[in-house]
């Protein structure tokens, strides 16, 4: 059954439905302090929610700095997850980059994060490196980048993804 996903600029009224799911899925949540701050910097921030039936189920958060984006975090409530909504939040996340004239994006995501790797590959991510130990618990995150998110080819790419989540 397909769910009615609305994606939405994250707002200072979301962050206890957004930290509540921070907190079932990470086992060192950011603060409601650390989402304030990110959000009171909407010129190098971007951060979104995606709501079902007026719910936050997911969010996803993008640093920019000098033409380049960092994926901070992409979270999707449990019940909420293998139903296309991490491809709808990454390529909303995309468009607003590509608006904000950003030409690369990166992101850390673990080894054991498969789902979240295949993921990222769809957007043209690529693994470039390792941080060994990068998080709490001692486990590697896989660096990943993309080519230019502003060319012809990339913007073809966002097309075809589109047409994919068109598709389901």
Avoid: C
Avoid at 34 to 43: A, M, N, T, W, Y
Wanted: hydrophobic share 40%; charged share 30%.
């Amino acid at each position: 059954m397909k769910i009615d996903i609305r994606i939405s600029i994250m707002r200072i009224e979301d962050l206890d439905e957004v930290y509540e799911i921070e907190q079932k899925i990470y086992p060192q949540p950011w603060s409601l302090n650390i989402f304030r701050s990110e959000l009171e910097r909407p010129d190098k921030r971007v951060y979104l929610v995606a709501r079902s039936e007026g719910t936050i189920v997911a969010y996803a958060g993008l640093m920019i700095v000098d033409g380049e984006g960092h994926i901070t975090n992409l979270a999707i409530d449990i019940p909420f997850r293998k139903k296309s909504i991490g491809t709808m939040m990454t390529l909303r996340l995309i468009e607003m980059a590509r608006l904000k004239k950003v030409h690369w994006l990166t992101l850390e995501v673990r080894e054991s994060n498969k789902a979240a790797q295949n993921l990222y590959k769809k957007f043209g991510f690529r693994s470039i490196g390792t941080r060994k130990g990068y998080y709490s618990d001692g486990e590697n995150a896989l660096i990943m980048w993309t080519n230019d998110i502003a060319s012809k080819e990339y913007g073809e790419l966002l097309e075809k993804v589109k047409e994919e989540l068109v598709g389901k």
